[in-house]
């Protein structure tokens, strides 16, 4: 479902945040590189989870920003 699919991005987000933490550095690459992590992280876990109701709802969120 769609809610479903929104849950489980939401916790890709979560887990995205653990497997790319933050260290709490106010530099501004440290700060591009941990959010490329994060954003590679969920891009990787959409694309191997296979869903495409998750596709669509990660394609939302990537276009909303």
């Known amino acids: 479902t769609d809610a479903g699919a929104r849950a489980l991005y939401a916790r890709l987000g979560i887990a995205a945040k653990r497997v790319c933490p933050d260290a709490g550095s106010r530099d ?6 941990i959010q490329a992590c ?3 992280a969920v ?3 959409v ?3 296979d869903s495409a109701a998750l596709v669509s ?3 939302q969120h990537v276009t909303s920003g």
């Not at 501004?28 to 590189?33: D, I, K």
């Open 38 to 40: 994060r954003q590679q």
């Open 47 to 49: 694309r191997n989870l």
């Open 43 to 45: 891009d990787r876990a």
């Open 57 to 59: 709802v990660h394609s």
């Open 28 to 33: 501004l690459r440290m700060f591009q590189l």
